[in-house]
């Protein structure tokens, strides 16, 4: 459920998921294999990825529900059915066939799918057409089919590319490994403590007797003076046991084994004898308590097993067969191949897989073919009862087919060949030639992407670079999923989702649990977590997409540096962003109509706005800074430090300015964890500002300004802002809408900077609150400025002390496109695609409203 979730979790039945009837109310679905009340009255964990909820309690019996995101290796599938859930609905959500309500707030009700959002009553869905069509948002989703990765030992958490803090964080809600013995029995324990009932501890296995894993048992107190019949004992027993374990068979089926430390189990059914080898008539329940009581399958001459078609693209076919002791693998294939209907084909190009629907995983394991097929059911039983219950196995074709593992290393040196990067690899990872080759290099990344042809090869390459470090820099290991573009709808643009869960209000953890649910997780990148350059290399081959920027100005920047640098690479190299404002000012967002700022707002409004956006184009600028030590008489003098270029896409600012981004920047340093919210924010840069109300400086006799190789005189200020969008400093309007014949109108795609000069904090203050205008100096397509002493600078609010020298800002290559969006109202949905229908998290419902 947590990590490994495979097409045969979804192809393939389960028991029936039951609801947890506990004493709390749980708002969501708890997917165990319940035919009792849920024992358990204790907090409730939910996957990161689909919002599957199960008590904590219940977690070790519940199977993985999660939706199939991709094709796993040599699989090849183009049809994909509906994923159905249960409940947890909005009240107003309406039946697709009816068209009458289905949903509950009180209870779990009707059903859902988990991609397309449509919504029926249980008695009703089932005459809807299987096929699923993704929903509204089908244009914007990476479909499934598309998707090919080749899985096997690597988790759900490396796969969608979870980081290891959410990962810590997930494994210390669900680990029920973890549990102690002692926190077991206060979680499973609700009998009244009277004497009429006692607790026994019941172990479902061998594995449950190693790790101490036992579930609480509670049964009536039975002396050896009560005249009570042993099998009627121990029935009751086993019965109660098997409610224990969610197990849905007979009691008749098992029996009780008493194992005492330093002895052999002892037999405790219907059947008990003494040494004698008779009868004994005496009590079944010891008056000393006992080590181990172990649930144990009496052993069976023939069972009948069902074996599931694997190449079936949905659904829950299956045949059954009826297996003795001689019965093998071989055998078990070819009778299963005859009543398929496939007795023509070669049973050699065909395996028997086991698979473990486990809690945490899913686990495969190819059967040799003449393995005993009866010996093998009771070894798992042996092992874990439960486990037995989460066994399906399922018939596949035999394809020898050579893995092909993809690998991002990233946090290499920048800007060396081939050879040299695979040298390091060498000295540093061990790699080995035969098995990997480099196939993609991005040296102004400082990144490599690996194809790798053994799957344990791949492992050790991927775990051993989170450990290494070159030069001091920590290695970064991603695996990288490969798009099948012949697969891609016609006319659909998937959506590059990049979220920066640091940015100002820190609302991005939010937006990328949400954003993982909606869309497939396989678009959806954390930007601490590899940085852009993952999802570009994904999307490299994708004809036509678009990129939603979830983050403040600086993240926004981040991504189009990285574009810029390798849009050469890309099939589609101008791909049109979106933004979702998570930073402190958001004037980018702003101009283009998203926002002041993320407040809780419903993902999936959010997405069919980006749908109905248009596209605009924006100048990006190349700023030059070229420190150069200066002469008492102004000329230069020597380099002081290499030149550096940075990009432009808001606004350049110096002097006063750019002090105070300076000192909020340091004072975020400091204290990190304060900095979470925008209103505490802007209280600090208020803060900075009063202290420099006292302070002067005489910018214009500290810097020259060249417009357009036309000298222009300073007046008396204290900043120069260079503004590429009309907003500046959260929202507010440095240039001006005053109309002035000297001057155009700033426009975002003019291919113009407007030079914009300020007097001082007590200025800037007045232009937050709308009561003055900047000092209008020029307007230009090409700037010079020759700075004689050291000045604090910023870029898009990124802030540093820039050395005396020569700074030149002039225009960056090709223009961007932006999605701006779009004024009027949202267009209406369509039936049976409610709004609210994804709005699922606490968090989410409470912002849409």
């Given amino acids: 459920m947590y990590r490994d979730m495979y097409r045969i979790v979804k192809s393939l039945p389960i028991p029936t998921p039951g609801v947890c009837a506990c004493v709390c109310v749980c708002v969501c679905v708890c997917v165990c294999v319940c035919v009792c009340v849920c024992v358990c009255v204790c907090v409730c964990v939910c996957v990161s990825v689909c919002e599957l909820h199960v008590h904590s309690d219940c977690a070790p019996f519940s199977c993985s529900d999660c939706r199939l995101c991709h094709q796993d290796g040599t699989e090849d599938y183009d049809t994909y059915h509906h994923h159905w859930r249960e409940g947890n609905m909005a009240s107003g959500a309406r039946c697709e066939v009816c068209k009458r309500t289905c949903g509950s707030s009180d209870v779990l009700s009707g059903m859902r799918c988990e991609w397309c959002g449509l919504t029926a009553h249980a008695s009703c869905y089932v005459t809807v057409r299987p096929e699923c069509g993704m929903g509204r948002l089908h244009n914007m989703i990476l479909h499934p089919a598309c998707v090919n990765i080749c899985s096997r030992n690597f988790s759900k ?5 979870i980081s290891e803090t959410s990962q810590c964080e997930l494994d210390n809600l669900d680990d029920v490994d973890s549990v102690t013995p002692t926190a077991a029995k206060d979680n499973q324990s609700t009998t009244p403590t009277d004497t009429g009932y006692s607790d026994i501890e019941s172990f479902d296995g061998d594995d449950a007797v190693k790790r101490n894993q036992f579930r609480l048992v509670s049964i009536p107190r039975i002396t050896k003076n009560e005249e009570v019949f042993h099998a009627e004992a121990a029935l009751c027993v086993q019965e109660t046991s098997l409610r224990a374990y969610y197990l849905p068979d007979e009691p008749q089926d098992y029996e009780l084994q008493l194992q005492v430390q330093d002895q052999q189990p002892a037999l405790l059914t219907d059947d008990i ?195 290494s470090s070159i030069d001091g820099k920590q290695l970064t290991s991603l695996v990288i999923p490969q798009i099948i573009t012949s697969k891609l709808q016609k006319g659909g643009y998937p959506l590059l989702v990049y979220v920066n869960p640091k940015s100002g209000g820190l609302k991005g953890r939010e937006i990328l649990y949400n954003f993982r649910k909606i869309l497939n997780p396989h678009q959806v990148f954390e930007l601490t977590n590899g940085g852009p350059l993952a999802g570009l290399h994904t999307f490299r081959e994708v004809p036509r997409f678009q990129i939603l920027v979830c983050g403040g100005d600086g993240t926004v920047g981040w991504v189009l540096g990285v574009l810029e640098a390798i849009r050469h690479k890309l099939a589609c190299p101008e791909p049109a962003i979106g933004i979702i404002p998570l ?25 069919l706005s980006l749908e109905e956006a248009e596209e605009v184009e924006m100048d990006r600028w190349t700023i030059l800074l070229d420190a150069q030590e200066m002469a008492e008489d102004g000329k230069e003098n020597g380099f002081l430090e290499p030149p550096k270029i940075v990009h432009m896409n808001n606004y350049f600012g110096l002097g006063i300015d750019a002090e105070l981004s300076l000192d ?53 200020i204290e900043g120069l802002i260079f ?3 009309p907003s500046w400093g959260s929202g507010a309007d440095l240039w001006g809408s005053d109309s002035d014949s000297r001057y155009g109108k700033p426009r975002i795609d003019d291919g113009m900077l407007e030079v914009v000069g300020v007097t001082g904090v007590v200025h800037m203050g007045q232009v937050q609150g709308g009561l003055r205008s900047g000092i ?50 949202q267009k209406k949905q369509p039936s049976g695609t409610p709004k609210e229908v994804r709005a699922e998290s606490p968090a989410v419902s409470e912002g849409a409203q």
């Fill in 664 to 716: 909020f920047h340091h004072a975020r340093e400091e204290e990190p964890d304060k900095f979470n919210s925008r209103f505490h924010n802007k209280g600090v840069y208020v803060k900075v500002g009063l202290q420099k109300l006292s302070h002067t400086r005489n910018l214009h006799k500290d810097i020259k300004l060249q417009v357009d190789k036309q000298d222009v005189e300073l007046p008396s």
């Fill in 157 to 161: 958490m490396h796969l969608f590319r």
């Fill in 583 to 607: 930073g402190t000012g958001n004037d980018l967002a702003r101009v283009l109509r998203w926002g002041a700022g993320y407040s809780g707002e419903d993902p999936h409004s959010i997405l």
């Fill in 273 to 467: 004898i003494n040494r004698n080898g008779t009868a004994d008539d005496k009590a079944v329940f010891k008056d000393f308590a006992p080590d181990v009581w172990l649930l144990r399958a009496k052993p069976r001459d023939s069972e009948v097993v069902r074996i599931y078609p694997g190449w079936l693209k949905v659904g829950a076919a299956h045949v059954s067969i009826t297996v003795g002791k001689e019965s093998t693998v071989d055998w078990a294939i070819k009778e299963a191949l005859v009543q398929l209907g496939k007795q023509d084909e070669n049973p050699d190009d065909f395996n028997l897989v086991e698979v473990f629907m486990g809690c945490k995983q899913v686990q495969r394991q190819v059967l040799t073919s003449q393995e005993l097929l009866l010996d093998k059911l009771q070894e798992i039983r042996k092992v874990s009862l439960r486990q037995m219950n989460q066994t399906r196995f399922c018939i596949v074709e035999n394809r020898n087919q050579v893995p092909q593992v993809n690998l991002l290393l990233g946090g290499l040196p920048l800007q060396l060949d081939r050879e040299e990067y695979a040298q390091l690899l060498r000295t540093h990872l061990e790699v080995k030639n035969h098995l990997v080759t480099i196939t993609h290099i991005y040296s102004s990344q400082g990144a490599v992407v690996l194809q790798i042809s053994c799957f344990s090869e791949a492992e050790r390459i991927f775990m051993l670079a989170k450990d």
């Fill in 776 to 825: 209008r100096i020029a307007q230009g397509t090409y700037i010079r400025i020759t700075v004689t002493k050291p000045i604090p600078v910023q870029v898009d609010g990124e802030p540093w002390i820039q050395s005396p020298g020569q700074i030149i800002i002039s225009a960056a290559g090709p223009k961007v496109r932006m999605l701006r969006k779009y004024k009027g109202k």
């Fill in 723 to 725: 503004l590429n969008i």
